[in-house]
C-alpha cells in the first residue's frame, strides 16, 4: 500500500502530463521583477493578492489582512535589457487599526490594553531587478525603504517582540528601515520549484537595528491555477529582550486564474 501511495504521488507530481510547463516566472512571479499578465490574478493565504493591470503595471494587496490592516500596492515594469529586468514596487497601508485592535487583554490580545495608537500611515517604496540565469532560474535583488507619519507619539515599548513582527514593523515606532533581499529560484521539474532567499533590515537607530532572516521553500504545481509552497524561516536579530535565533515552518495555498 505505501508503495502504491509513492508511485502514485510521483506520477501525479512528475509524469502526469499537464500539456505545458510552467516556467519560474510565470509560476513564482512574486517578489520578481516580473509583472503578473494583464488580466490576469492569483493570491496566497500569505502571499499577497496580485492582478495584472497592463504589461507595465500589477496591483498587489495582502488581501485576508485588508479588514484588519489596509494596504495596498502598485509594481511598475521599467524599460529593460538583456537578460535583465527592472521595476519598482510602492506600498501604503495603515496600520494603527490593527495596533488597536490587538491592544487588549484575553484572546487576540498581543499588546497590553494600556497602549493606545495615533493614526499611522506607512509606505514603502523599493527596486527590483531580476537576472533570468537560465529558462529554469531566476535571480532577483530587491532593495527598498519604508517610513511611516504619525499624528502622535507612539510608545517605545508597545512593540511586538516577535521574529519577522518586529524588524517589518520597526518603522511604525520611528525613523527608516532599509531593506535588502537576494532570492534564487528555479525549476526542479515540470511540476515542482523551489526557493532560496536572504534578507536584511537595518533600522536607523543605535540599538537593535540589524535583522537577518534567511527562508526556503519547494513549490508544488498542482496545477496552472493552485499550488502548494511549504518551506521555513530562520531568522536573527537584536530585540528589545536581547539577541535571538528563530525558526519559523511556513506554509501557503496559492491559487488564482485557470488561463
Known sequence: MKKLFILTFLYISLLNPIGFAQTVTSAMGNHTAFIMPKGKWESGI?????IGMSPRLEITSSAFLFPLLPNAGVKIAWPSGGNYKFASEHNLSIPSVFLNLVSMKGTGGILSPEFDFPFIIATHHGLIISRQLRDSSLL????GASIALRTGDVDPL????LPLFYPRMAHYYKGI?????VTYKAQLCRRWFYEEGVHFFLLSRKEQNFFAENSGFLVWNIRRSLRIKGGYNLSYGNYPFGKHWQLWPSLDIVFGSRK
Open 46 to 50: 500569505i502571499q499577497p493578492l496580485r
Open 158 to 161: 508597545s512593540t511586538i517582540d
Open 177 to 181: 528601515s532599509l531593506r535588502g533581499d
Open 140 to 143: 532577483t535583488y530587491r532593495l
